[in-house]
């Protein structure tokens, strides 16, 4: 469950007093941002009422206006409510006040549009009458939309899209004849209002590694390229309540700005992308010192805000975001180590005992701990470590290919942070310049959630609604702009602490994803399924022969995978370095279980990658804990590591005699449930969101008008009389 715990920032608040004491315009301006939010809370309302019903709007689906069309009957020239820049010296703009205009998700093919879409137009048709009647204390009906997790946006009043010769060849879609390509989920009002306010640290490898092809050779994209897209449009999603900073790592570390966080303004969001922009990867990786840096800024942060120095923290969501190529140096690939490993620890253990140090020294100093969402970018890059980080801090991981759209998939931090934000009021978005043509605005915006599932479970994100103000606009109430923007400041700070289900972490992670079980420590494991008893001791560190040895003289063998449970068990039981199982490459090649024989093809799920399965150095297998599927990967037999043994029911040694054995059967209650025991919460949650039965059988022209002959922006965004 998630419960808001909003903070006191006693500076913000003096602050703020000072500003307005004596003001006033001091009740017009609260009134004002009252206004904007009863119009937000209002459309959320009805918007998730529209969702519950929305087999029923289906059913009765009938078009709606593509803002990339022409032919707007409804339009009309509307002089009060903003100028469209590109008519010049002439007044006011074509708008349409009679129903709301769509834009379908980026790269969509209009004539094969996907069940889901189809479902998101059809469903929020309704919210026609609802954006008509709602208005601010501007007198201002506009600007109001909805935006749903598919990339569907629905605005009102309805206004035509930019196109043709306006457009930059690499923004217009050739789906839409060259329409001006617009996702809603990468705008700041989006993720504000999906994750909330937030310190987020971008942790940047910058390693000569991520000058590889991406998706290996003939790849013309680097994985620098793909993550540089990604990074420069993630920066555009922060809003006015988060401070942001970016450390730079390879074996040497820097920040943009050492040793503070940066409120996400406009200049701050500038600053940061004219750094991404310089940055030229050479030299190492040393994880650790990326991750120290970027942990002591937070830390730091938290200190100067609990001592009311000054304004660099949310004090709320602590999140750090991991871009790499996976090769850090403790893994023995020649790189250079800045920080020499520890003797005593396994390369992955270093890096994870020193996050678990930073994360104690960021709760002492009075804060949450913080979420890491790291990223593997390329096909090849090694996922190891960036995957256990991840199970280990509350965090979800991914891999970026050259293909995937990156950015959706790195805004899994803010559709993790958004899943319990369901009770959030409104949150408003920093300054921005309006994609539609309004100039500088603000907007106020709001998630929205499907119903409750069968079993009880909160319902999922569905989309965000919102509404715009102009900055002109408050400017004619509040001369003194800077107080406005301090009281939006203040009522945007809504903290909600995120505490998962088993379950709702491992579906929100996914297949890829998941994290194994964190067994309690026990001496011997009973695996009902299997029928097997297990351990899986600390000591002694043994080759792969001596671990064999020491498993046979025991009375069992090393492990072995007869059924996906099984290798579930066996991650969940691995040292976070890999332990020994009982598989060995033979002399013919084959990977070979070392007791029945049978041969593991390289194209089977346990592999973590397949272009090691040859390696002369690497002979014998080992499996950690990156995750339950994809976990076990050659490794050099005279490496010494923990073993895995397996016994039968009739020969279990002394460590499982007795009460010693840990019961793993269906009573037992999982630490972090595997996904395959999550199958009815996980199909419970998305028949939550499904498509509508009826929508994949809808004809297009019963979701989308016709657009019409092929006019200019102009023509279709300027007023008739309009002569430029």
Not at 284 to 290: E, H, I, L, S, V
Not at 357 to 364: R, W
Request: hydrophobic share 35%.
């Amino acid at each position: 469950m998630a419960s808001r715990r909003p903070p006191t920032p006693p500076a913000i608040a003096a602050t703020i007093l000072l500003l307005l004491l004596g003001s006033a315009a001091a009740d017009e301006v609260d009134d004002l941002i009252d206004s904007v939010e009863a119009v937000v809370e209002k459309i959320a309302d009805e918007a998730t009422a529209a969702f519950a019903k929305r087999f029923e709007s289906v059913e009765g689906c009938a078009c709606s206006p593509h803002a990339c069309g022409s032919d707007f009957e409804s339009s009309e020239c509307a002089e009060d409510i903003g100028d469209a820049e590109l008519c010049g010296a002439c007044a006011g703009q074509k708008l349409s006040f009679e129903e709301s205009f769509i834009l379908t998700p980026p790269t969509v093919d209009l004539e094969d549009l996907p069940a889901d879409v189809k479902d998101s137009i059809c469903t929020f048709r309704g919210l026609n009458d609802v954006f008509s009647e709602v208005k601010d204390d501007l007198g201002i009906r506009a600007w109001s939309y909805v935006a749903t997790t598919n990339g569907v946006m629905r605005n009102w009043p309805g206004h035509a899209h930019e196109r043709g010769e306006d457009v930059i060849p690499e923004l217009a879609d050739p789906n839409l004849e060259g329409c001006k390509i617009y996702d809603p989920r990468i705008r700041p009002w989006y993720a504000a209002a999906t994750s909330g306010p937030k310190d987020v640290v971008l942790v940047v490898d910058t390693s000569e590694s991520m000058l590889v092809a991406s998706d290996g050779e003939g790849d013309s994209m680097t994985r620098w390229d793909v993550a540089k897209r990604a990074i420069l449009s993630l920066l555009d999603t922060f809003g006015i309540t988060d401070y942001i900073n970016m450390v730079e790592f390879n074996d040497k570390v820097t920040s943009l700005n050492p040793g503070k966080m940066l409120q996400a303004t406009s200049e701050n969001i500038a600053a940061l992308k004219e750094e991404v922009n310089g940055i030229e990867p050479n030299g190492g990786t040393d994880f650790r010192n990326g991750l120290e840096e970027a942990f002591d800024l937070l830390t730091e942060a938290t200190v100067r805000h609990r001592e009311e120095e000054e304004l660099v923290s949310s004090d709320c969501q602590k999140v750090i975001i991991f871009v790499t190529a996976g090769e850090d140096c403790t893994l023995g690939n020649g790189k250079k180590c800045a920080k020499k490993p520890p003797k005593n620890l396994t390369p992955v253990d270093a890096v994870l005992e020193l996050i678990e140090e930073k994360q104690q020294e960021l709760v002492d100093a009075g804060s949450q701990r913080a979420h890491i969402f790291p990223y593997s970018f390329g096909a090849d890059a090694d996922d190891e470590i960036p995957k256990e980080m991840a199970c280990a801090n509350e965090g979800v991981w991914g891999r970026i290919l050259s293909t995937d759209d990156p950015l959706f998939k790195m805004n899994a931090y803010t559709a993790y942070l958004a899943s319990q934000r369901g009770n959030s009021e409104p949150i408003w978005s920093r300054l921005y310049e309006d994609e539609f043509g309004l100039g500088l605005v603000v907007t106020a915006a709001k998630p929205i959630y499907s119903p409750k599932t069968s079993l009880g479970a909160d319902g999922s994100l569905v989309g965000v609604v919102a509404h715009d103000v102009r900055i002109a606009d408050i400017e004619e109430v509040a001369p003194d702009f800077k107080s406005v923007i301090l009281q939006i400041i203040r009522r945007g700070i809504q903290c909600i602490d995120t505490v998962f289900t088993g379950c709702e972490l491992q579906v929100l992670r996914g297949e890829e994803g998941q994290c194994p079980e964190k067994f309690d420590e026990a001496d011997c494991y009973f695996f009902e399924k299997s029928g097997s008893y297990y351990i899986a001791p600390k000591e002694p560190l043994l080759t792969f022969d001596d671990a064999e040895a020491f498993c046979q003289d025991l009375g069992g063998k090393l492990a072995d995978i007869d059924e996906p449970e099984e290798e579930d068990l066996l991650a969940g039981l691995a040292s976070n370095a890999g332990s020994w199982i009982g598989l060995r490459r033979d002399d013919t090649g084959e990977w070979k279980w070392r007791v029945t024989g049978d041969a593991v093809p390289e194209d089977s799920d346990i592999w973590v990658f397949r272009k090691e399965l040859q390696d002369p150095k690497k002979e014998c297998a080992t499996i950690d804990r990156r995750g339950v599927r994809n976990s076990v990967h050659p490794e050099d037999c005279a490496t010494l590591t923990r073993p895995i043994c397996e016994f039968p029911a009739d020969a279990i040694p002394d460590q499982c005699t007795g009460d010693k054995a840990l019961q793993i059967d269906e009573d037992y209650e999982y630490n972090v449930r595997p996904l395959s025991t999550c199958r009815q919460e996980e199909v419970d949650r998305l028949d939550a969101t499904s498509a509508s039965p009826g929508a994949e059988d809808l004809a297009i022209e019963d979701v989308v008008c016709s657009l019409g002959e092929t006019k200019s922006t102009f023509d279709v965004r300027c007023c008739d009389d309009c002569d430029v």
